[in-house]
């Protein structure tokens, strides 16, 4: 069994995290490193620095997607992939991809400084524009790569100030010379933070995840008749946001109705004109449920409508619903879950199994690699903030079970 | 009695509420002429010289309200004050302000073009801001003219531009020399249109407005935890937007418990961070109740912090309510409304008696001078809409009424 008396350097990890947190470093302790932008330039650079300095050969791909190669002693065998993403939100923390980049550059470290080779060759990945905060569409790099967001379409996007994706790569020189396409890969293995408090409240180190959940999502539109509110009689009134407090009642309800594996939530709310003294005339929203289970995803697909519609029936309120995306789960792959699952058993820490509640690159990749992920917890269940936080020591759990697993599976047999 | 077989000219009355709805005139149909601006100059200019050709003395007060006086024939009369504004919503009617000032043109055009004369002075007033649009306070020229807001606190409000009351005042030539505060009068009327439904719904050609509704207002803030909506699981979310949909439901339910009077209204709302995958953290919101009873107003403004309170109690949100203003009915003066309820009478107008759903700038001028209003209705009781509409008939009638009680009023016997 490989790995076992090998150790990550975790205070050399984590020395690492705080060196990228200084690049975009905000006032209040987070992280600004919006994709595509000089900051996310200047992460990247020293990313790449860093992969050569240790032996690694780095190549970019046409959304700039890059892998940083170090090549195994059986040129037969496909590539272990492992990583995460350099981006960040605008108020973000300094874990939040950072992590899983940073977990994987510490594995190369580790295996440079004790001269280990593996059988297979190993790819430390780092996929562009994971956050969607500047282009809008999230898991732009691995969407790409995984042939779910057309490359044209992906290039075409626009920030606020109107540049391009296609713009922002040649802008930084990240517009890569090889294709943004499915490789042949052995596998493909994810540490991220938890961005929940699961794990944290259960007192685990490790969560291994065995799939991402389904979800369906809706934008929603309440149509009633903006009137003065001091002159409109109740019977007279045909206020949108009561109709859309009603539905937002009605979310957490079936939400609450599934128990702990329920999610439901309405998280943008817009109300017009949205003035003091005026009945609301329109309301616009967002929807979403998430389960671990198809089954409860596709009865909430068909019912919500139908339940919505009821709960504003003899209202006079007009509803709108727009199904944005119906996604199932996605199951990861047993073998690399496995691998996650010994390594933590091996090192003797607290692990139970979770489901992905957010969107990882690692959702994309699983359509065509074998994939698991690791999470390590978050204080408070925080992220997407920039009070994010996590210990020293959960970061080098997750790193050292991150460290296992590839080498595990790197090194396996194979008939 | 005097009056009787004079007759406003509901022609010249029409057009001259056209020649003012374009100035300012939006693509749409309707105005937009915020207070002190250049299109404000425009229409007060036009106003002052339509005056000034029939005789009228035009003065201007510190704050810009506008008085166009003709004489009496017995110089030891207090006057007898018609009016309402010029200003309008960003996205306004027609109709709302103009109507009440232009009718009263017309009341005065009448008397000249007829050789009336009557007892008393009579003086038709522009209140300057009615709408509170630009600088955020509404009812601007007749509360400081009333002694409800201190004049230096208005000069101080600035727009967006920041641009001052002050500024905005010298910048178009309208801060007068007369002191903004009341001074003896007779007696107030103002014509305006209803911006409720009631008057259509049952056929009135006439309201006869005998107060201002009570009302209490609140900015409320609720206080969760924004968290990830696919990694929170229900029990450990502090949702504010669903603490906020059930006091946007309690809101409803209390104004419906008392029917057709009741009033309630959650008419702003803004959600933070506002963002489709994000737990809202916080939600801000206005609160609203009005009623013709201050008794229930007092009860609402008692009971709805506790019934709040209770609303929410064991959800982990935190609650802030402050209360605006909570403002006692203001009843109009019974003689100056049995002037209007005669005078529709004599005309064999169809009326009812109504409480004034909106704010008025008769409201606060009720507090120095015996006042009443007239109603006439509005298309499906809208206001504050470029779509606002009335009918030349009903701007006519309500003109005929305003004529005959402020005729009445002027040349009543003094003992």
Known sequence: MSGTNQRIDGRRLWTSLMDMAAIGATPK???RRLTLTAVDKAGRDRFRAECEAIGLTVRVDAIGNMFARREGRDPSRLPVLFGSHLDSQPSGGKFDGALGVLAGLEVMRTLHALDISTEAPLELVNWTDEEGSRFGHSLMGSGVWAGVFPQDKAYGLRDTEGVSVAEALDGIGYRGEHPAAP??????????IEQGPI???????????????????????????????????????????VGAAEVIALVNRLMRERGEDGRGTVGELHVLPNSRNVIPGEVRFSVEFRHPEDAEIEALADGFPRLTAAALEGSGLQLELTELFRIARQPFDSGCVDLVRQA???????????????????????????????FTPCKDGLSHNEAESIEPNEAEAGCQVLFEAVLTRANRPIG
């Open 199 to 241: 794990l944290e409240r259960e007192g685990k180190a490790i969560g291994i995840v065995t799939g991402a959940q389904a979800m369906v999502w809706w934008d929603a539109r309440i149509l009633g008749q903006d009137a003065h509110a001091g002159t409109t009689p109740p019977s007279a009134r045909r206020d949108a946001l």
């Open 183 to 192: 490789f042949p890969a052995d596998s493909y293995f994810e540490l991220h």
């Open 29 to 31: 302790g987070g992280v």
């Open 344 to 374: 933590a058993a091996r090192l003797h820490l607290p692990a139970r199994e979770i489901t992905s509640g957010a969107g990882h690159d690692a959702v994309y990749v699983a359509r065509h690699v074998p994939t698991a992920m690791i």
